[in-house]
C-alpha cells in the first residue's frame, strides 16, 4: 500500500521561499505519477504542480509557472516542491498525490488514487 507524507509547511512572509516535501513508501516514487495539489478555505482543491514517471516531464498550473519547482529524489523516494517569490494567495493546505502510471498525465485530482495527509503554507502580507 503506497503511502505519502509531506512535511515542510509554514508560515512564511510575502515574497519568501518555502520547500515541500513527499515521501512515498509502499512504492518507489519513481513507479508513480506525482502531483502537488492545494486547497485553500471555501475553494476547490486545484492542480499545483506535477512530475509524470514516464520521462519526468513537469507540469504547472499557469497561477505557479516560474515560481514553483517540482521535482523528484529516487534515492531518497521522495518528490519536492519549491515554492519561490510565495503570495498571500498561495495560502493554503498543500496535498501530494500519486497516481498509477497511465498513458498520459493527468492534473485532474479525481485521477490521483494515493494522498497525503496535507500541510498548511500561510503567506503573510
Known amino acids: 500500500q503506497v503511502q505519502l507524507v509531506e512535511s515542510g509547511g509554514e508560515l512564511v512572509q510575502a515574497g519568501g521561499s518555502v520547500r515541500l516535501a513527499c515521501a512515498a513508501s509502499g512504492r518507489t516514487a519513481s513507479s508513480l505519477d506525482m502531483g502537488w495539489f492545494r486547497q485553500a478555505p471555501g475553494k476547490e482543491r486545484e492542480f499545483v504542480a506535477g512530475?509524470?514517471?514516464?520521462?519526468?516531464?513537469?507540469y504547472y498550473s499557469d497561477s505557479v509557472k516560474g515560481r514553483f519547482t517540482i521535482s523528484r529524489d529516487n534515492a531518497k523516494n521522495t518528490v519536492y516542491l519549491q515554492m519561490n517569490m510565495l503570495k498571500p494567495v498561495d495560502t493554503a493546505v498543500y496535498y501530494c498525490?500519486?497516481?498509477?502510471?497511465?498513458?498520459?498525465?493527468?492534473?485532474?485530482?479525481?485521477?490521483?488514487?494515493?494522498w497525503g495527509q496535507g500541510t498548511q503554507v500561510t503567506v503573510s502580507s
Open positions: 512530475i509524470w514517471r514516464s520521462d519526468g516531464r513537469t
Open positions: 498525490a500519486g497516481r498509477d502510471a497511465f498513458f498520459f498525465f493527468s492534473s485532474r485530482a479525481g485521477d490521483y488514487k494515493y
